[in-house]
């Protein structure tokens, strides 16, 4: 079989294929076997139909090769994916100008591809990120939160203000003097929100003994009747915390004084905004270098396939937690409309970012060895379950060979895009990267969050299905392919 191609109008790419006639003969016989096998004819074993009864049946010797060719040529196609590197997005228009009739075969298959697409100035990005630093501010904040859970409640004389608690006795009535809301000794925290804001209000700057009369409605509900509530306030409590020492530390944690605690909190702290740095500048540089591809230039065929895979991810996460699309609509308050849009939104942003590494790639010429495509089938089989050269046959056999090799070339773009970013914090000033990794250990966690698929097929990196998943489907993805576009 020979595979040659050419690039047509429209981000379109022609592939024409020529079989040889003994080839196509050897493969038209097993399609044609496997006809035999599958026909149910009365008075003949499955598989024992002669071919002129099957022939027959079908209208012929001519008709029985349309067939068979019609079974054959979705992994003619496959293979001639392989063989030429070529990544389609769409199911290919198959036209045999060949040998439907007899002798050698052949077809040409037209199949849309992603555009190459513009990313000018992609070499001079800068990032904002958290700030990594770790400030004494951050540490006493991390030790009144320790405090705050073995704080005690002390009456005071004072009017209550937002941070105390207050007891009261709260009762609603509405129209015709229906009691809605009926709760004595009730321990309320001022300036929490916890009933309704008019209630914050009225108690904030209250005393012991004071009296109050509002009428309020649910936040919630905008047709809510409103409430007539009366409030008895019966006591002000403040929050009395425990004094920084060493012996509060050695109750409050494992360490024995307060200087102990201290730098524990500070190292943790350091690596937990080390690490979250690291997220904000991978995610900040793809968000950078999508943003340098104008929208015209991605394909409808890609965002609807991005949409689509989130609608799948979507239902199974709701399946697993046996929630109904309409529940999760309803929970999150938006219509069908309004969340499809959101999702069309977030498919355009991924595939842009998914186009953007492509293009990264071959402005720096990024290529992937044989030695790190073999990398990534072992990994794969690992996954699976099965050996390596079954990944790669399952692959070939479905045509996505080449988008393995995409992946891994985005990786590449996506490490060489992390390493040449700018990178500063809130207030304009450079963020080490080196200082991140060091705090972490030495090792970039931000990479160790996922592996190259990951990567390069995050939520906002899209267009990236194409790995184990289409190992798993086969070569089942190739056919049908060919048969929706044939």
Known sequence: M?????????????????????????????????????????????????????????????????????????????????????DPISPPEIDIKGGEDAGAVSFDAVVQVRPAVAIPGYAGLEVTVPSPVVTDADVDSQIDRMRDTEAELVEVSRAARDGDYVTVDLHGTVAGDEEVVAQDDYLYEVGSGRVVPELDEQVRGAKVGDVLAFSASAASQSDAPEISFRVLVKDVKEKKLPDVTDEWAAEASEFTTVAELREDLRTRMAQMKAFQTQLALRQGALNALAELVDTEAVPDVLVDEEVRQ????????????????????????????????????????????????????????????????????????????????????????????????????????????????????????????????????????????GGPEEDAASAENGGAHDGAEQVEAGSDAGASNVEAGA
């Open 310 to 449: 989130r609608v799948h991810d979507l239902g199974h996460r709701l399946e697993e937690q046996r929630i109904g699309i309409a529940q999760f609509l309803a929970a999150t308050g938006r219509s069908e409309e309004e969340f499809l849009e959101e999702l069309r939104a977030e498919g355009r942003r991924a595939v842009k970012g998914d186009l953007a590494l492509r293009a990264l790639a071959e402005a720096e010429d990024l290529e992937v060895a044989e030695d790190e495509i073999e990398a990534e089938l072992q990994e794969m089989a690992g996954r699976l379950g099965v050996a390596p050269t079954e990944v790669r046959e399952r692959l070939t056999r479905a045509g996505r060979m080449a988008a393995v090799r995409s992946e891994q070339r985005k990786a590449k773009a996506l490490s060489w895009l992390l390493d040449h970013v700018v990178v500063v914090d809130e207030d304009g000033a450079p963020v080490s990267r080196e200082d991140l990794q060091a705090v972490l250990g030495g090792t970039d966690e931000g990479a160790e969050a």
């Open 2 to 86: 020979r595979a040659t191609s050419e690039s047509v109008e429209g981000n379109k790419v022609r592939l024409s294929v020529e079989i040889d006639e003994q080839e196509v003969d050897a493969v038209l016989d097993e399609a044609i076997r496997t006809l035999t096998r599958q026909a149910r004819v009365p008075g003949f074993r499955p598989g024992k139909v002669p071919r002129p009864v099957l022939e027959a049946r079908m209208g012929g010797a001519g008709a029985l090769r349309a067939e068979a060719l019609r079974e054959a040529i979705p992994d003619f196609y496959a293979r001639a994916l392989a063989d030429t590197e070529i």
